[in-house]
């Protein structure tokens, strides 16, 4: 009976080895598979690079259309300031405001300027400093009376603006005597400004800055009281929180020390703009004028 238990004791024993084997065999790829990815700070150091999306957008990003590169805008300044500070290169990925989220998400840009909307925060994240302040302003005609929105809140004032947007809400609830007149988009708004359809396009300046010089018609003006709205770069949301916070540091350093005005300054020069003339992004200087 002792060597029968003895036998039955070995087989069981290899038995539970075979299992125990076997089982390591198959949860071992799985742990392997289920490692943690590199974080963004840890690829952009590995491969020396730090990639931005880009998307046709005067004044923050321009390509120039005979070499194929992104050679000016604010943002474009400002990432290859981020890559010298980093030390890396700077690599610049072609993408649409539509995509950009898909492409932090599907780790194929690092980040992308971006308006830090509650809804975007839901799914990607963003520095706790602003990078910018925008302000909402009109293209107006000539002779329009347009210094503050009293001044266009008046009967048959017409004003476009895009339909359901936080333009379109602030100017129904500022100018309620104008005729406002709703478009689907950017593009439709200033085509009725282009058109004589309408006296005035309200939108947050820069697409206007580009839009006045495309018109040679119109003047830009940020009515009062001004209402100015933060803008920021969206990063990849993740655990290791490394990078957002280096571009928080560094977009706040480029802000403070007056870089970012100058940045943009020099480009609106570049595009036949005057800057003294054009709204500004650093919003102290549009409080204190």
């Known amino acids: 009976m002792n060597k029968t238990f003895a036998h039955a004791g ?4 290899v038995a539970i080895a075979i299992t125990v084997a076997a089982l390591l065999s198959v949860t071992a790829p799985a742990a392997q598979a289920q490692s943690p990815s590199p974080s963004t700070w840890e690829t952009i150091q ?10 046709q957008a005067p004044p923050w990003y321009s390509k120039n259309p005979a070499t ?5 805008g604010l943002i474009v300044s400002i990432g290859q300031a981020m890559a010298n500070d980093l030390d890396v290169e700077l690599e610049m ?5 539509a995509t950009a989220i898909a492409a932090l998400q599907a780790n194929k840009i690092d980040m992308m300027f971006l308006d830090a909307t509650p809804s975007r925060a839901r799914v990607v ?16 005609r ?12 008046q009967d048959g004032v017409r004003v476009a603006v895009p339909q359901a947007t936080s333009m379109d809400a602030f100017l129904t609830r500022t100018i309620p005597n104008a005729d406002i007149q709703r478009f689907p988009d950017n593009g439709a708004a200033l085509a009725a400004f282009q058109s004589g359809r309408v006296d005035a396009v309200s939108l947050f300046h820069p697409p206007l800055l580009a839009a006045r010089k495309k018109f040679g018609a119109g003047k830009l003006v940020i009515p009062t009281p001004a209402f100015s709205s933060p803008s920021s770069i969206a990063v990849r949301r993740e655990a290791d929180k490394t990078f957002r916070d280096w571009v928080s540091h560094a977009i706040f350093y480029y802000y403070e020390t007056g870089r970012t005005q100058k940045w943009y300054e020099a480009f609106l020069t570049e595009f036949g703009l005057d800057p003294k003339a054009s709204p ?3 919003r102290e200087l549009l409080f204190n004028k």
Do not use: C, H
Not at 48 to 53: E, V
Not at 127 to 134: A, E, K, R, T
């Open 10 to 13: 070995a087989v069981i024993g």
């Open 46 to 55: 590995s491969t020396g690079k730090l990639r931005m999306g880009v998307t």
């Open 68 to 72: 194929g590169q992104w050679e000016s």
């Open 93 to 97: 990925v072609e993408v649409t405001w």
């Open 125 to 140: 994240d963003y520095p706790f400093q602003p990078l910018l302040y925008i302000s909402l302003a009109v293209l107006a």
């Open 142 to 153: 000539d002779d329009l009376a347009a210094e503050s929105w009293e001044d266009l809140n």
């Open 280 to 282: 500004v992004i650093q």
